[in-house]
Nanobody, 125 residues
């Protein structure tokens, strides 16, 4: 069973940076694709970034050039480095995993089977 635990969220001012982490367990990086998603109040869940088991990345247009997804297999941790943060980035951020190879690199949350509890990121203007 895959376990995912997010950490590192917090409050930051516009233009600031934050790195959130996702500790993983029961997870084989050679078989799973990982993703970061977010959900703001009264909005649907949005795919932010994805990382395939081959190391390929994909990003939503809203964060491309500002956010970077990465993974440290030795530490069993997935990261999301967020730079040039904007108030519209305020949301609860979730990491997710899928074994479905058809979902590799997808930003569609329906493909992902395993989810963490999320960590809150708040960007003030």
């Amino acid at each position: 069973q895959v376990g995912l635990v997010e950490s590192g969220g917090g409050s930051v001012q516009t233009g600031g940076s934050l790195r959130i982490s996702c500790g993983t367990s029961g997870y084989d990086s050679n078989r799973y694709s990982m993703g970061w998603f977010r959900q703001a109040p009264r909005k649907g869940r949005e795919g932010v970034a994805a990382l395939t088991s081959d190391g390929l990345t994909s990003y939503s247009d809203s964060v491309k050039g500002r956010f970077t997804i990465s993974q440290d297999n030795a530490k069993n941790t997935l990261y999301l480095q967020m730079n040039s943060l904007k108030p519209e980035d305020t949301a609860r951020y979730y990491c997710a995993a899928t074994k479905n190879r058809l979902a590799a690199g997808s930003l569609n949350f329906n493909w992902y089977n395993y989810w963490g509890q999320g960590t809150q990121v708040t960007v003030s203007s």
